[in-house]
């Protein structure tokens, strides 16, 4: 088992981008290794779930399902 660290740097400006690093995460957690995320610079609006409930990236799941899924994995989000 791997533990792996995703940055996540960008936000809802580029929200495909904002989106891949939760994205990796999931993937991780279901291969079964552990992850954690890093908000840092302009991801950390992602703090706010009012930020992230309206982000939909493309050819990507919105970020809202992906961030519910670390979530209820136990995946550690820094900010």
Same mark, same amino acid.
């Given at each position: 088992? $791997?533990?792996?660290?995703?940055?996540?740097?960008?936000?809802?400006? %580029?929200?495909?981008?904002?989106?891949?690093?939760?994205?990796? +995460? /999931?993937?991780?957690?279901? +291969?079964?290794?552990?992850?954690?995320? &890093?908000?840092?610079? %302009?991801? +950390? &609006?992602? $703090? /706010? /779930?009012?930020?992230? %409930?309206?982000?939909?990236?493309?050819?990507?799941?919105?970020?809202?399902?992906?961030?519910?899924?670390?979530?209820?994995?136990?995946?550690?989000?820094?900010?």
């Amino acid at each position: 088992m $791997a533990k792996l660290l995703y940055m996540c740097t960008h936000g809802s400006e %580029d929200p495909t981008r904002a989106t891949l690093p939760f994205l990796f +995460a /999931r993937g991780a957690i279901e +291969a079964g290794h552990q992850a954690e995320v &890093v908000l840092a610079g %302009d991801a +950390a &609006v992602l $703090a /706010r /779930r009012a930020v992230t %409930d309206n982000i939909q990236g493309v050819g990507v799941p919105a970020l809202q399902e992906l961030v519910r899924f670390c979530l209820d994995n136990g995946v550690p989000i820094h900010t």
